[in-house]
């Protein structure tokens, strides 16, 4: 039950949130009064790379003028003094009203300014740590607000309004401060309508504007004869230099693409450069609704399909597809100077992310002629917004916090960056416009030609990525079609014609935008709202009643049978006084800690609940559009296939391993520390080392095996596999152990369907007769990781590579306490090896086999963290848990996931159940010899 939604987590953080608080005010012994601050993200002032002393300088800067006031040089060279932050707008206030602001001393104040530091999830980014802190109660100060979030997090309360008539905020900005801090095309983001129906400003940008730009390796491109790109260049100029870039056994790669449920990321700049929105707004309705079904929308996916999926034939006759490389995190290829091409987003105030000498810096390409024959360009314009916590208890934090979000911004910290970053010797890096600004006109020389025309151009043509109501839903359901149009094309389904092309990729966004306006706007009719609250209701009515019995059973489980003549104990308190005593804290700790968040949660099931602000009860809504979630009933196939997988992967290997290392005759030491090596590797080198085992081409270790064994090689193996397996099934059938026996032979089957398919790719490749076929080997690498019949076994296989040597340490401590009488009786019976391991080390294991397997088997329902940094849930690896993560942390729909939690966890409590009967009707027995 630990997927309810993280809320033993919730319990925790609010426990914590006294000891790890946000802003207060202290008054210290010496007198003086210091406002803490904690911010979102502050510079590491133990760094000394240029960027990151000239930020320290503007916080260090800000804490001065705050506390003290500063100096400013006027034009005509006199030196003029202006008093504090604090004195010029603060200090009468306080003063006035100590009931509201508190009895400090206001003649002597500072700041502080604090990094927060809080939880992030993996996967997930920036956008898990602001929730999963106030969620806690231990928000900082100041938010970070992603654009696509932004509107939730309004709605939800999390944000303060920055322009209130009483605060003074907004207002206290004059028109030339907000013209050089806020971008145009960031004040409808900025400003919108939220709870109560009211238009507020809620956040200011933090860091300037970002620009989406295309940057290149310029050495790639010299290597492969491609002239660099200018900011005039087309889609047709893109593909082709994406092919000649493109050489997969150098592993290298045209372009690099994210992977995943948001991979739509980088398909919505080809949607607007086609002339496409992804959604627009309805006025009349107050809605956002999805529109990427356009014409343009088809020309886009189609040419996002061609990049990623075109069949080719390299020099060496093997068939390569599309000239993209797709990756679930980071740019690990990219740093490693593998990626011609990678979108990313510019700061408008420092370039100091780039190297002139090896990258350079295009604006995005343009689009296909549209009807009129005019070419569109559009990148997106996005901005690290910040705003303050509506969760600031203390007002004096809150002013502070709004000081520190007005200066950041500002000209005169501009000023600061830019004087140290021209000091440092790195003014090339600084954007041209804030060197003329500022009078280092003569720097404007050193910076990288055509750097400001290309930022500019990403500024003028972009466009805010979706930012209204529900907007963090469309990337996920325009992922959708776009993974069903490279499927098609990789199966060479795709209609020749481009008319027929188009009109299949408008068919396939024709779906996605239906799924996602339901989403998003989500209207039923009445009859079908009263079906989908009957059929909750009954369901909810079998889940209690089945609750019921299950507990009940439990406890007669593990209730004593009463033994007639002897004496009774039922809790027998008095007499293990002791004992209870000893167990308590354990208990308490449960209690605390599982059980009773788990019960305070579960109320979230019922409601539309909300972080901040009051939830609203749904009842049995929740329950009742789950029934209705085809995607939620396809996570739960997903994560039958993969509990399948875990449990035949990791549960049965390490006892054979033990086995064998129990019996190896010569260097046990060895083998057992060879085998334990990758536990003692993290998790993350784990992830690494693997992704790049899977690689597509044959530039990843495992094609590069594979590429090398002849189709009879894969034949032979699958074969062994299957010999072994009926080898067992058959000695389990004559012992009458028809169910496992079968198991063990379906298994053997669907192993040797695995090789032969592998083995059949060789036979397709091949031109010779079937005799010489067999001999040869596969002529092109498989994609691993996009391929859906391989993606689950590729997500499994890193478990069992790393946990294989720690899982057999316990089953080779347990065969240790096997008499050696019992395996001597089975000699003399004529027991083979095999049978030895069936009908003796089994049998006396059992009672661990069982811990082990319901451990193993509750586990798989819950471990999603190879899942979402493999593939994070793209082709067909979104189980049940990853689905209820993002469901409630993604999409903050906390009630819904809540929902989903208690339905997987009511399909996994029989079985658990089933398993515990067996567990107690077993007799344990210590082990070793009695004098």
Not at 532 to 544: E, F, K, N, P
Not at 839 to 864: D, R
Request: proline share 5%; aromatic share 14%; net charge neutral.
């Amino acid at each position: 039950m630990k997927t309810l939604v993280g809320l033993r987590f919730i319990l925790p953080l609010l426990v914590l949130a006294g000891l790890a608080r946000a802003g207060y005010v202290e008054d210290r012994p010496d007198g003086s009064t210091v406002v803490h601050v904690k911010c979102w993200q502050l510079p590491d002032p133990t760094r000394t790379d240029t960027k990151t002393r000239a930020d320290v300088a503007v916080v260090k800067e800000f804490v001065r003028r705050y506390a003290e006031g500063w100096d400013e040089t006027l034009p005509d060279g006199t030196v003029t003094h202006h008093p504090s932050i604090f004195e010029q707008r603060y200090r009468a206030k306080y003063q006035a009203d100590p009931a509201k602001y508190g009895a400090h001393n206001w003649d002597h104040v500072g700041v502080e300014l604090k990094q927060f530091s809080g939880i992030t999830i993996e996967g997930m980014g920036m956008d898990s740590r602001p929730l999963m802190a106030i969620a806690g109660g231990v928000a900082p100060d100041i938010l970070y607000v992603n654009f696509r979030q932004s509107d939730t997090y309004i709605q939800e309360g999390f944000l303060y309004p920055l322009d209130k008539p009483e605060d003074n905020y907004l207002s206290s900005m004059s028109e030339e401060e907000r013209q050089f801090a806020i971008h145009p095309k960031i004040w409808p983001v900025i400003q919108r309508r939220g709870p109560g129906d009211v238009e507020h400003v809620w956040a200011l940008p933090f860091g300037g504007v970002l620009g989406k730009v295309i940057l290149y390796r310029k050495d790639l491109l010299d290597a492969a004869g491609v002239t660099y790109p200018t900011n005039s260049w087309t889609w047709e100029d893109f593909l082709a230099d994406c092919k000649k870039l493109t050489d997969p056994k150098k592993g290298t790669y045209g372009v690099r693409f994210g992977k995943g449920n948001s991979e739509s990321w980088y398909w919505v700049t080809f949607l607007w450069s086609a002339g496409g929105e992804a959604m627009v707004y309805d006025q009349e309705k107050d809605q956002w609704r999805a529109s990427f079904d356009s014409r343009a929308g088809a020309v886009a996916l189609d040419y996002y399909t061609q990049l990623c999926t075109e069949h080719w034939v390299d020099e060496t006759g093997r068939d390569r597809y599309g000239y993209a490389y797709k990756e679930a995190e980071g740019g690990q290829k990219w740093d490693l100077g593998q990626i011609g091409f990678y979108p990313d987003y510019i700061d408008e105030k420092l370039f100091s992310t780039i190297n002139p000498d090896i990258t350079g810096m295009v604006a995005v390409p343009q689009g296909y002629p549209d009807e009129n024959g005019v070419r569109h360009r559009g990148g997106e314009l996005n901005s690290r917004m910040q705003g303050l916590f509506a969760g600031i208890k203390d007002p004096v934090v809150r002013d502070a916090a709004w000081e520190f979000l007005r200066f950041h911004e500002s000209k005169d910290a501009t000023r600061i960056r830019t004087e140290i970053m021209v000091e440092g010797g790195l003014g090339r890096f600084v954007n041209p416009q804030y060197l003329r600004l500022f009078g280092y006109e003569d720097m404007i020389r050193l910076a990288p030609p055509g750097w400001e025309e290309t930022f500019q151009i990403a500024i003028d043509t972009g466009k805010p990525e979706p930012y209204g109501r529900n907007c963090q839903l469309v990337y996920h359901v325009m992922t959708k079609p776009m993974n069903e149009a490279e499927e098609l094309a990789k199966a060479d389904k795709l209609p020749k014609g481009e008319k027929e092309r188009l009109a299949l990729m408008h068919r396939l966004l024709e779906k996605g935008v239906a799924e996602a306006n339901e989403k998003m706007i989500g209207i039923l009719t009445p009859s079908q709202l009263l079906l989908r609250r009957s059929v909750a209701t009954a369901l909810l009515l079998v889940i209690v009643v089945a609750f019921f019995f299950v507990f009940r059973k439990i406890i007669r489980i593990f209730t004593p049978p009463k033994i007639e003549g002897a004496e009774q104990v039922s809790w027998g308190f008095h007499r293990y006084k002791w004992a209870y005593l000893l167990i308590l804290p354990a208990v308490l700790s449960i209690f605390f800690w599982s059980y009773l968040p788990l019960s305070i949660g579960s109320l979230m099931a019922f409601q539309n609940y909300r972080i901040m602000g009051g939830s609203e009860w749904v009842w049995v809504d929740n329950f009742a559009n789950l029934l209705w979630d085809l995607e939620w009933w396809m996570a739960i196939w997903n994560s039958l296939r993969y509990s399948l997988l875990v449990v035949g992967l990791t549960f049965l290997p390490p006892v054979i391993l033990a086995v064998l290392l129990q019996e190896v005759p010569r260097g046990k030491i060895l083998f057992r520390t060879l085998f334990y090596l990758p536990a003692v590797i993290s998790g993350l080198v784990v992830i690494y080392l693997w992704r790049s085992f899977y690689e597509k081409s044959e530039f990843g270790v495992l094609n590069a095996i594979m590429l090398k064994v002849p189709a009879i090689g894969f034949i032979a193996i699958g074969l062994f596999l299957f010999l072994i397996l009926f080898f067992f099934a058959k000695r389990l059938w004559l012992h009458d152990s028809y169910v496992v026996g079968g198991i063990c032979f379906l298994v053997g089957l669907a192993l040797f369907g695995f090789f032969f398919t592998f083995a059949q790719r060789a036979f397709q490749s091949s031109h010779d007769p079937f005799w010489m076929a067999l001999f040869q080997p596969m002529k092109n690498p498989y994609e691993w990781l996009d391929d859906p019949k391989t993606a689950m076994v590729c997500c499994v296989l890193p478990m069992v590579w790393a946990g294989m040597g720690p899982g057999c340490l316990i089953y080779l401590a347990a065969l240790k306490g096997i008499a050696p009488d019992f395996y001597e009786a089975a000699d003399i019976d004529g027991a083979t090896f095999i049978d030895k391991i069936l009908f003796v080390v089994i049998p006396i294991l059992k009672p661990l086999l069982i811990i082990q397997f319901v451990g193993v088997f509750i586990a798989s329902w819950q471990n999603t963290a190879y899942i979402l940094a493999m593939t994070s849930g793209a082709h067909g690896t979104e189980v049940a848990g990853l689905h209820i993560f993002y469901k409630a942390y993604l999409y903050l729909k906390f009630g819904p996931a809540t929902a989903m939690a208690w339905v997987l966890g009511f399909m996994l409590i029989g079985f658990t159940v089933d398993r515990l009967r067996i567990l107690s009707r077993l007799e344990f027995k210590t082990t070793g010899n009695k004098e």
